[in-house]
């Protein structure tokens, strides 16, 4: 089987996953002792959305730009502003490409 994330990237599951981490991370970041965090999966870590492998499947479409674009409204957006902020930070202008 040849796995390519690019192909993936912004899935449903994909978002799931993240969000997820970046809850972890930022409960995490409240404890006044240290931590590590080692990725032993980590992939390119930015993929560009309008590039030819991501719009061949546009899986994206059902997992990042359903959220990006949903209206914000709690709790939704406690939950997933964490996750959507750092996305946000490699989408200046709030258009979604990365």
């Not at 409240?30 to 061949?56: C, M, N, V, W």
């Not at 959220?67 to 258009?95: E, H, M, S």
């Amino acid at each position: 089987m040849n796995y390519r994330h690019v192909f993936h990237a912004g899935n449903f599951a994909d978002v799931h996953k993240h969000a997820v981490l970046v809850r972890i991370l930022t409960h995490l970041r409240l404890k006044p002792s240290a931590f590590r965090i080692i990725d032993t999966h980590g992939g390119a870590g930015r993929y560009d959305l309008q590039g030819a492998e991501a719009t061949r499947g546009g899986e994206w479409h059902d997992g990042i730009e359903r959220i990006w674009d949903a209206p914000k409204r709690q709790p939704l957006d406690a939950l997933l502003g964490p996750y959507l902020d750092v996305v946000g930070a490699f989408n200046p202008g709030g258009k979604l490409r990365v």
